[in-house]
């Protein structure tokens, strides 16, 4: 696939028939007050939607800066998009999700994910537990992260009534999966791109590339901005993640240029097929 042919849009239609945003907050490591202020931060600059899980303990205040902006006026909890996630370690998926509605302060969910691979078991168990609580109303969109092979998403396409909508998986310009990206837009399914910075630890990596800064100095933008802007260029949809109100606004400041085809390109040949992490 062409990646010039990807036209940047804010929000794209899900299989599910709802449109999810292209470009949101993420909250991993985000806690308490930090992780409410950014939350609020980001609802009042215009993201509109937000990556929780029940992992990163962080459903209440997600759910309380979401609460806040509604109250305010900032938006309408119809126009915000909350992803949140069910480990599948757990003994009881279903109340996992009430659990999650609950703290979230929501009577549904946007998109519910799968986190991480189990056992075949403890995925199908979570699987089934969303596909369920989509019926019941809890849940509006499904999917599943950290899958990174057309077989493997293809079990839970083929043996499901619902197919996943989105696939969340580690994605950036080192680690570039332009083969499953493919596939599943045939499919419908969409890619959300996970650590779009390298994650913790490795941002300097990706903030610092030569080729990275010469093409956000040709536009006068951010190394971040420029990452941004190529995530969204490649068809994906993604979560950088924030805890600083400055990044926040920076990171959501990309709609305004344009990456060029050479200048893909050139982001192209950065892929060394090496993620960073191995669930
Ligand atoms: N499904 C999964 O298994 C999974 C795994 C990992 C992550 N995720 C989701 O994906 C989201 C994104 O991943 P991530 O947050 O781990 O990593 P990331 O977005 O690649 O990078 C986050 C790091 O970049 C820094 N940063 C952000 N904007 C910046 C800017 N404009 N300038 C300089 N530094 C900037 C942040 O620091 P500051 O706070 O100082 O801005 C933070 O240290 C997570 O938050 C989470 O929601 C999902």
Same mark, same amino acid.
């Given at each position: 696939m062409d990646t010039a042919n990807f036209e940047v849009r804010k929000t794209v239609k899900l299989n599910s028939g709802y449109q999810m945003p292209t470009l949101g907050l993420g909250t991993w490591t985000l806690t308490g007050a930090t992780c409410e202020t950014a939350v609020y931060q980001a609802l009042k600059c215009g993201y509109r939607l937000i990556d929780a899980a029940k992992y990163y303990g962080n459903e209440q205040e997600v759910g309380n800066a979401v609460k806040k902006a509604v109250n305010e006026g900032i938006c309408t909890r119809e126009e915000v998009f909350i992803t949140t996630k069910i480990v599948p370690w757990t003994s009881n998926p279903a109340a996992d999700i009430d659990n999650s509605l609950q703290k979230l302060q929501t009577t549904y969910i946007d998109l519910c994910l799968l986190h991480q691979h189990g056992s075949a078991k403890e995925d199908d168990a979570v699987y089934k537990a969303m596909v369920q609580a989509v019926k019941d109303g809890k849940i509006r969109s499904i999917g599943i992260s950290n899958y990174y092979t057309e077989k493997d998403v293809e079990k839970f396409i083929d043996g499901y009534e619902i197919p996943p909508a989105v696939v969340q998986n580690e994605n950036h310009i080192f680690y570039q999966n332009n083969t499953l990206r493919d596939c599943l837009a045939a499919r419908n399914i969409y890619v959300e791109s996970y650590y779009?910075? @390298? @994650?913790r630890g490795h941002t300097g990596d990706h903030f610092g590339n030569p080729v990275i800064l010469e093409i956000a100095a040709a536009h006068n933008k951010t190394a971040a901005q420029v990452l941004v802007r190529w995530h969204l260029q490649s068809g994906y949809i993604a979560i950088p993640g924030s805890g600083n109100s400055l990044h926040i606004a920076e990171n959501f400041d990309i709609w305004n240029f344009e990456l060029s085809e050479a200048e893909m390109r050139r982001i192209a040949a950065l892929n060394t097929g090496r993620r960073y992490e191995n669930w």
């Open positions: 779009p910075f @390298g @994650g």
